[in-house]
């Protein structure tokens, strides 16, 4: 059925970014479209009773539709064709559904999710290189796509891509496969990390420094240390009296506009008491809350990169800050943390292990926050929880990543109400 034409309506929005419809019962998933649409749509391929399509014509266009800039394949610009309010009002439902769908916990409303700036948000990325060429992964293939366009980065980020690419091919440079790429709020600090293929010579990339780079590291792939070849491969940020830094291969929230915010949001959900921050990373919650409420903290990071960096930057609060790098479950498993408070969690996509999660059932918080970066793991976790004497008291969006599938998601769950 590969590249028939179908004239669909859609229905809703899935967790993807495609959008819902059905062709005689069964559901077609399908790019490019908007709930309330009819469009023509060219079927890709199918898996497990499901079709996927992609729009080639509007029948009947939404009003929310508008032209987008941008190869929407390219950094998973997937909604960029609907008008900013209604993708807010897109997620809201995508989280809506989840819980529903998921976790079996209808919600009496759809959650709000707070807006940000769509263009040169982004302060984190993951950029790969293929043919001399260095940009995003195009979506549904393995081709290379140009940064810039894209606007989540800001225009200094992308002039410095465009000229490494340009001494990528001057100096005939070859093995570079990937680049991590740190900046800080106010973008006054540029860390880049690259990644080497086996045999490669590192110093031969001390080129790429270049302006508008602060710090520059690398590792081939066969070694196990990492290279500094320019200036400090690390930045650093002021959130209120808190100072993090971090190296470039540290996961941290991506959003510039919207990270003092959130921060803000799980702080404000935080009960008195003392707290204990799972997947801690660098320190940006758990030491936000050390740094301003002079609050107990015992944070955990199994990552040995932010690892390092949390206890570089719990130095200052060490009198209120306990650090244990260690994995999640090892440590619910052998620690015993102070009763009462809150556990602070923010998993990866997969969300907690079932480990994790009948540990900290187990123990009985009386309150836990959760930060998730996927709806569908957080639904489930969710569902553990209300099954374990949990519920759920608050719910709420946060628009990191514009125009994208992704949604963040803040919820919090009280014990025995």
Same mark, same amino acid.
């Given at each position: 059925?590969?590249?028939?034409?179908?004239?669909?309506?859609?229905?809703?929005?899935?967790?993807?970014?495609?959008?819902?419809?059905?062709?005689?019962?069964?559901?077609?998933?399908?790019?490019?479209?908007?709930?309330?649409?009819?469009?023509?749509?060219?079927?890709?391929?199918?898996?497990?009773?499901?079709?996927?399509?992609?729009?080639?014509?509007?029948?009947?266009?939404?009003?929310?539709?508008?032209?987008?800039?941008?190869?929407?394949?390219?950094?998973?610009?997937?909604?960029?064709?609907?008008?900013?309010?209604?993708?807010?009002?897109?997620?809201?439902?995508?989280?809506?559904?989840?819980?529903?769908?998921?976790?079996?916990?209808?919600?009496?409303?759809?959650?709000?999710?707070?807006?940000?700036?769509?263009?040169?948000?982004?302060?984190?990325?993951?950029?790969?290189?293929?043919?001399?060429?260095?940009?995003?992964?195009?979506?549904?293939?393995?081709?290379?796509?140009?940064?810039?366009?894209?606007?989540?980065?800001?225009?200094?980020?992308?002039?410095?891509?465009?000229?490494?690419?340009?001494?990528?091919?001057?100096?005939?440079?070859?093995?570079?496969?990937?680049?991590?790429?740190?900046?800080?709020?106010?973008?006054?600090?540029?860390?880049?990390?690259?990644?080497?293929?086996?045999?490669?010579?590192?110093?031969?990339?001390?080129?790429?420094?270049?302006?508008?780079?602060?710090?520059?590291?690398?590792?081939?792939?066969?070694? &196990? /240390?990492?290279?500094? =070849?320019?200036?400090?491969?690390? $930045?650093?940020? @002021?959130?209120?009296?808190?100072? +993090?830094? %971090? *190296?470039?291969?540290?996961?941290?929230?991506?959003?510039?506009?919207?990270?003092?915010?959130?921060?803000?949001?799980?702080?404000?959900?935080?009960?008195?008491?003392?707290?204990?921050?799972?997947?801690?990373?660098?320190?940006?919650?758990?030491?936000?809350?050390?740094?301003?409420?002079?609050?107990?903290?015992?944070?955990?990071?199994?990552?040995?990169?932010?690892?390092?960096?949390?206890?570089?930057?719990?130095?200052?609060?060490?009198?209120?800050?306990?650090?244990?790098?260690?994995?999640?479950?090892?440590?619910?498993?052998?620690?015993?943390?102070?009763?009462?408070?809150?556990?602070?969690?923010?998993?990866?996509?997969?969300?907690?292990?079932?480990?994790?999660? &009948? /540990?900290?059932?187990? =123990?009985?918080?009386?309150?836990? $926050?959760?930060? @998730?970066?996927?709806?569908?793991? +957080?639904? %489930? *976790?969710?569902?553990?929880?209300?099954?374990?004497?949990?519920?759920?008291?608050?719910?709420?969006?946060?628009?990191?990543?514009?125009?994208?599938?992704?949604?963040?998601?803040?919820?919090?769950?009280?014990?025995?109400?």
């Amino acid at each position: 059925m590969a590249d028939s034409l179908l004239t669909l309506d859609i229905e809703k929005p899935t967790a993807g970014g495609r959008m819902l419809a059905r062709h005689n019962g069964q559901v077609v998933l399908v790019w490019g479209a908007i709930p309330g649409e009819r469009v023509r749509a060219r079927i890709e391929r199918s898996g497990k009773g499901v079709l996927f399509a992609e729009t080639v014509d509007l029948v009947t266009p939404s009003p929310d539709r508008r032209d987008a800039a941008a190869d929407w394949r390219c950094g998973g610009n997937v909604l960029a064709h609907v008008g900013y309010e209604r993708q807010l009002q897109l997620k809201s439902d995508i989280i809506r559904d989840a819980f529903a769908r998921i976790g079996r916990m209808p919600l009496d409303a759809a959650p709000g999710v707070a807006a940000s700036p769509e263009q040169g948000y982004r302060m984190r990325a993951r950029l790969h290189v293929r043919g001399g060429r260095i940009g995003f992964m195009r979506e549904g293939s393995h081709d290379i796509c140009a940064v810039g366009p894209t606007a989540q980065m800001l225009p200094a980020t992308a002039a410095w891509i465009e000229a490494a690419e340009r001494r990528l091919r001057a100096d005939r440079l070859q093995g570079l496969t990937s680049i991590e790429i740190a900046e800080n709020i106010p973008a006054s600090q540029r860390a880049c990390h690259l990644e080497l293929e086996p045999g490669s010579d590192a110093r031969a990339f001390a080129t790429l420094a270049g302006d508008g780079i602060t710090g520059l590291s690398a590792q081939v792939l066969d070694r &196990r /240390a990492s290279e500094t =070849l320019s200036g400090i491969p690390a $930045v650093s940020d @002021s959130l209120g009296p808190l100072q +993090l830094r %971090r *190296d470039a291969r540290a996961f941290f929230q991506g959003n510039r506009y919207l990270l003092e915010s959130l921060v803000q949001r799980v702080s404000g959900l935080v009960a008195e008491g003392p707290t204990v921050d799972l997947y801690a990373g660098v320190g940006l919650f758990g030491l936000s809350l050390a740094a301003s409420r002079a609050a107990q903290v015992t944070l955990v990071e199994g990552d040995a990169i932010s690892g390092h960096n949390l206890e570089e930057n719990a130095r200052p609060y060490i009198d209120r800050a306990r650090v244990v790098r260690t994995s999640v479950e090892d440590f619910l498993r052998h620690d015993r943390p102070a009763a009462g408070g809150t556990f602070v969690v923010d998993p990866p996509r997969t969300g907690m292990s079932p480990d994790a999660m &009948r /540990a900290i059932v187990r =123990l009985k918080p009386p309150r836990i $926050v959760y930060v @998730s970066c996927d709806v569908a793991t +957080l639904a %489930r *976790d969710s569902r553990a929880l209300v099954d374990a004497d949990y519920a759920l008291t608050h719910l709420s969006g946060i628009d990191l990543f514009p125009n994208t599938a992704h949604v963040e998601t803040l919820a919090a769950f009280d014990r025995g109400l």
